[in-house]
């Protein structure tokens, strides 16, 4: 019997939790896992799977108090307890003056390993508990819950895990093919500060800074959960062991389309249109006069947040151009309701305008450990928010003000829920670090939530959570969204395994849209609606219907419910009707830069009621309409195979037919190719006349049987993306196709060359014909100067894709083609190359670093020139060149970076500075890892001020090429040639040039350094 077949025997005959024991040992034992324990020293010695001992030593707990004195601790006597639920041991031991309470209980999941240290010491100190389990050999993956992963056991060699910062629910899983155990810190415990370390032996979980002494109790556990092979059934564990943490407090209120942030100068005519783009709820925002005051005690007034040049007592003099009322606010809410959509008032408890902080709750404010306030956002304080402070019972009672003034609201917007600080300035009673009190200020954010969520749900309202770190902080909160940043989204994603998450990454151009759509389906998230014209618009218009089946979806929880082909993302959904959605995405495809499709890509699923699914239908983001394909049952497992897919799929599994017309052939046509249209009409409601048209045709027949061909000949001189039109018996459906030639071949990015020595792009190559085909394949310059070395004649089987590597060399930007032929026809696909503009010299200022760094000026880094390159590294590393004079120009860098020497720090940065006035006064553009953004910021008099964001996450090791364009207050920031964003700023208008990164001790490289002027 295999371990596997062990444990679902025993899974299928459940038991009890119960206790045997041995001479030496004890035995706590249910159906899934015995844990041995020694009766010497209260050690954990085996945790058994199925028939597997997966420790490889013993377990141990450690506790340590602030001199960093580990006490390991030695147990002496037991008192076994027994229910029809749980069996626990316990063992009580005194040491270093603390009695310390070691208590194992087993129910019939899971593992509860809990310590309670009493202390009868007079003061306060610092404590520290480590729980240790040396599983990490017997476990073949692990997954953290995080933004990455999983990761390879036997290729750690240490990581660091920070609750609140790395993942957002402090737990932690291994596994093999055949078995998992994973680690969770109870939710109800207060964790300071919590840590889970992995290394070549050892799960350690640590709990810092804990405040045992003056009779007071410190807690410290982990549950230690045993499943199946896979990383599903935690999520399973924690949503069930503690549902009020997942589950929306008023399901009934909240709306799980789209979003859209409104400000109240929206007319009616733009809210119908946001209406047709399938907004269904917004957050009001920006009515109040600043942050921290949001109903004022008069009926109208002047709106100054975000800025800072009218004072306090001017504002409450009636100061502040920019007005608006009550009254208006109302009509505002009307409006927006009448078009039947949601509004989410705008509210946050955390931060507040620094003159109004200063001059009413000073003592509130949160500080660090050198007396000096928190970071927040611009020109506001960071408060504490305890309910029992003056700040937090006024920012309280703000909440009944406008449950008062508004109560046709649908809810609060609630932001800012993600302060994570540790505040010296206040005390929670449970927090000590280095000898002093302090005040974690996710415990008053919990305590808050508490209070808000009773207030307003008592009342029907919703509450929708910014940027939630914890999953405590997510307790009453009925929606949640990740703001801005991929990373957030990646690690929230599991905090809304039933809740509606929200993505929001201010998407603006063609690719950040798709990527926007593509990440928030995998993540099983919606969507805020993008900020780009209409072409982009009508992407996410695409993707609606994959959206609208996903409305109240929950995870798939189940160990191993899901395969798919490697280097494809996916997720699994269950439906509020009992149907399932399977999401596939190519990460690093794109219907916007035209990748092919590829072919054939199997699936299987497995869930409990499989054998009740009887339809599979297709939903892509890549082209319109409803697709069916056929699948194999066998038992609950179904085997499906994917006939087509770009970059977005959805198999809509469901027990009954859901669509009344559905396609049944390929969306994909061959130019200069006869091809069949078939379609399936579905139901009992007789039909008579179908008529297809497309852009080269219309077709009309009479419906005699429910499968209808229609048989097209494609012309040569259509290409890419083309609506068909279905109208059955006058109403219309609407479908889309592809049309390709024989064979798509297609760059991975837009061509840039970023060395004069040329370099090797990437390219998809994929046959979409039936039939095996050997190319031939050629490449030359028609525009510009350079060179294609295409080193091989390629076969390719009936529709295989492969990615393949050409070497390009161009001295200019220009454009090429590469050719080839295919049943004795020629195909041509032409391109535009572009390289750096240092290639063409010239300019005001060009090096290539031969002279070493000769020409900057240096303040901080290590450096070193090399082959044309400057490599730097160090705590901060920052070089410039001062020219006052230099007003309108270019400026461009090829930037690679190499990541941090600290292993903490998994994220990638690397920035050019523009207008540089000196090491405090300047512009900064580049990539900002940790937030996944380009950022363009600006920093004067030392203050960082951002400008403008986009999404994107740089690879290591890959060379980019970053370009500023500056005239006048204009500027204009590029990556390898596409323009990212732009800005107007009048703060500098002249000013020389740097390159660095100002933290996070990173390494980057360095090359072709170019300024050309515009003139002034």
Known sequence: MTALHFFLYLTSILQNPHIAETSHE????????????????????????????????????SYRKQTNATHQIVLSATRPVLDDEFASIEFVTECDKKIIVHRYTIDTIALRWEVNIKCDTKSDHEGYVAFSLPIVKNLEKIFPYTHCG????????????????????????????????????????????????????????????????????????????????????????????????????????????????????????????????????????????????????????????????????????????????????????????????????????????????????????????????????LYTHLMNSDPDGDWGRYIIDQARKILKTFPEIDGIFYDR???????????????????????????GQERMNDILSKLFHKKGKAIWGNLPTSIEVCKGLDGIMAEKNLRYLLKSQYLGLVKPVIYLPYDRLPFETEAKLKNALVCGATISVTYGDINIQNIESKYWPLFDILKNRTWVLKASCLKVPEGLQSNIYRTSDNNYIVVIVSPEKFQVKNHPFEYSLPITVKVPDGGQIEYVYVLSGDWQGVNEIKMEKKGNELHIVLPYHLATSALYLTRKEEYELVRVSSPILIKGNSHEIIFKVNGNTPHHDIVLRTPWAKIHKKITADIIKFKVNVPRNVAAEIDITVSLDGQEFRFSS????????????????????????????????????????????????????????????????????????????????????????????????????????????????????RKWKIFSGTWKASIN??????????????????????????????????????????????????DKNYYRF????????????????????????????????????????????????????????????????????????????QQCDYKNVFVKGLGN
């Open 150 to 377: 999983p990761f390879e056991s036997k290729e750690i060699d240490e990581i660091t895990l920070t609750y609140r910062q790395d993942l957002y629910i402090p737990m932690i899983t291994g596994y093999s093919q055949n078995y998992g155990l994973s680690i969770v810190a109870p939710f109800e415990l207060p964790k300071p500060k919590l840590q889970f370390v992995i290394n070549k032996q050892n799960y350690i979980v640590s709990f810092h800074h804990l405040r045992p002494g003056s009779n007071k109790d410190v807690n410290a556990a982990i549950y230690i959960v045993p499943h199946g092979g896979d990383w599903r059934p935690c999520l399973d564990f924690v949503l069930k062991r503690y549902p009020e943490y997942f589950y929306p407090a008023n399901p009934q209120k909240l709306q799980w389309g789209w979003y859209y942030l409104s400000y109240p100068d929206v007319n009616e005519t733009q809210i119908k249109s946001f209406h047709d783009r399938h907004v269904e709820w917004i957050e009001f925002t920006a009515f109040y006069p600043f942050y921290g005051l949001y109903i004022p005690s008069v009926r109208d007034w002047g709106i100054i947040f975000d800025r800072d040049d009218i004072s306090i007592a001017r504002w409450e003099k009636g100061a502040g151009a920019k007005r608006i009322s009550l009254e208006k606010m109302k009509k505002f809410i009307q409006l927006w309701h009448k078009y039947g959509i949601q509004v989410f008032l705008y509210y946050q408890s955390a931060e507040a305008w620094h003159q109004y902080a200063k001059k009413y709750y000073n003592k509130d404010i949160a500080i660090n450990k050198h007396g000096s306030p928190l970071p927040s956002w």
């Open 869 to 918: 390159t400057a490599q730097a590294s160090g705590p901060t590393h920052f070089a410039c060149i001062y020219n006052d004079n230099w007003r309108n120009y270019i400026f461009e860098v090829t930037v690679r970076c190499r990541g941090s020497t600290n292993p903490r720090v998994d994220w990638l940065k690397s920035y050019i500075f523009f207008r540089v006035r000196d």
């Open 26 to 61: 004890f035995f706590l034992k249910n159906s899934y896992m015995q844990i041995g324990i020694s009766k010497t020293d209260g050690l954990i010695t085996k945790i058994v799977l199925g028939t597997n001992n997966i420790l490889d030593g013993a377990c141990s707990v």
């Open 738 to 853: 592809w049309v390709v030639e024989p064979i798509s071949f297609v760059p991975k990015e837009d061509i840039f060359i970023h060395h004069q020595e040329g370099e090797e792009i990437p390219f998809y190559i994929s046959n979409n014909l039936s039939s095996t085909v050997t190319l031939n394949l050629k490449g030359i310059f028609i525009k510009g100067e350079g060179k294609i070395n295409i080193p091989y004649v390629l076969t390719l089987d009936p529709f295989e894709i492969q990615f393949i590597k050409i070497p390009i060399v161009a001295k200019f930007s220009g454009n090429a083609v590469i050719f080839t032929r295919v049943h004795n026809e020629e195909i041509k696909w032409p391109f535009k190359v572009n390289t750096c503009l240092a290639f063409a010299n010239g300019g005001l200022f060009l090096d290539d670093f031969t002279d070493g760094m």
């Open 926 to 1001: 580049g990539f900002q890892g940790d937030s996944g953004v380009l950022s363009l910021y600006k920093r004067v008099e030392g203050k960082w001020i951002k400008l403008r964001t986009a999404p994107f996450i740089p690879e290591k090791n890959k060379w980019y090429t970053l370009r500023v364009k500056v005239e006048g207050t204009r500027i204009t920031c590029f990556v390898d040639n596409k323009d990212i964003m732009a800005f107007e700023d009048p703060t500098f208008l002249s000013g020389g040039i740097g390159i660095g990164v100002l933290e996070d001790t």
């Open 417 to 443: 829920v993600d302060y994570k600080d540790f505040d010296f300035g206040h005390n929670d009673g449970l927090t000590m670090i280095n000898g002093r009190s302090a005040y974690m200020l996710a415990f």
